[in-house]
């Protein structure tokens, strides 16, 4: 089975590095910087659990053009939301027609859009449950616990098992609306991790912060009953019960939920990179589509409303506004 990373930043490269370094057929489509590091250092992947491993810059095809896709059986697509018709318009000009495409991206709205593109092409949802950081030189690191998991499709079995033998847990789902729809609750926290600018591990054990994290997911979970939604259970605890343990006192919280704090100290979310690298925001994919969809449905979404606009002014001044508990509960609380 020949790879193709489409998109390989911090995920990208974490996945197609895994791979590579159990000898699978994989090539890298990403940026120059990333490459040149690359080039220079050899790309090497980490873990939460130990493990380290390098692969020689000579071992590693990396390709600065979609081309690349030419020939391949496979692409896990790993680009931002925000490319993702841009990425899907120069799969379809390079890639043979029988390719299965799987989208590892945030948000739920992905798929529909490749399928609208690729006519024709096999489109597979699947649902990255881990963070990963990119430490520089070549280094990326997985520093939450967790895994994949893969839509159905014949290629999927396949898939998963490389995928298991290159230390990424992955499993196949056969209702991935509900897989992505659960991870999108969890996704909620990514720009809330911006606004505080603290480490996700130091941010979530802090008790105003969850009960901000609790109002989103309590408009999401909203939204959800509204369009008969059931989210899937994410890691051991179901969406609907989020709500009720974050907003539980400190000493409590750090008892009942040991496995969802199961973590690196550095751990920061994806969007709190975006900003650190000058990248366009995926909140109009996450928070922005609960507010979105709330407005469609007339169901009132202020707390993720206010967070939306709040991280597209911490964007558009480049920096985070370093918002305490209190003054985030305080932002999305409507005045009276």
């Known amino acids: 089975m020949r790879i193709a990373v489409f998109g390989a930043g911090s995920i990208g490269c974490l996945i197609g590095g895994s791979l590579l370094a159990r000898g699978n057929d994989v090539v890298l489509i990403g940026r120059e910087q990333i490459g040149a590091e690359i080039a220079k250092h050899g790309l090497t992947v980490s873990d939460l659990d130990g493990r380290h491993e390098t692969v020689p810059a000579d071992q590693v095809s990396y390709s600065l053009t979609p081309d690349a896709v030419a020939g391949c059986d496979v692409i896990l697509l790993t680009v931002k939301c925000t490319d993702t018709r841009s990425a899907a318009e120069e799969i379809a000009r390079h890639a043979d027609k029988d390719t299965v495409i799987y989208s ?86 990514n720009a809330i991790n911006v606004l505080s600018d603290l480490p996700l591990k130091r941010q979530l054990e802090r008790r105003n912060y969850r009960r901000v994290l609790a109002s989103c997911v309590e408009e999401a979970l909203a939204v959800m009953r509204a369009k008969n939604i059931e989210p899937a259970k994410i890691g051991k605890v179901s969406p609907k019960y989020i709500p009720s343990i974050l907003n539980l006192p400190d000493p409590v919280f750090k008892l009942v939920a040991g496995s969802m704090m199961k973590m690196d100290d550095n751990a920061r979310s994806s969007m709190w990179e975006d900003l650190q690298r000058g990248r366009e925001p995926e909140i109009d994919y996450l928070n922005g589509r609960i507010a979105e969809e709330g407005d469609a449905l007339k169901i009132a979404t202020p707390a993720n409303a206010k967070i939306t606009q709040l991280v597209k002014e911490a964007f558009a001044a480049g920096k985070s506004p370093q918002m305490s508990g209190q003054e985030l509960l305080e932002a999305i609380t409507p005045q009276v």
């Open 104 to 189: 590892l991206q945030n948000g739920v709205g992905n798929t529909p859009i490749l399928r609208e593109v690729l006519k024709g092409y096999p489109v597979v949802a699947a649902m990255v449950a881990f963070n990963a950081l990119w430490m520089g030189e070549g280094r990326f690191h997985r520093a939450t616990d967790a895994g994949l998991v893969l839509g159905k499709h014949p290629a999927s079995h396949q898939l998963a098992r490389l995928l298991k033998q290159s230390h990424i847990p992955a499993t196949i789902a056969s209702d991935m609306q509900a897989v992505l729809w659960g991870k999108l609750c969890l996704n909620l926290n």
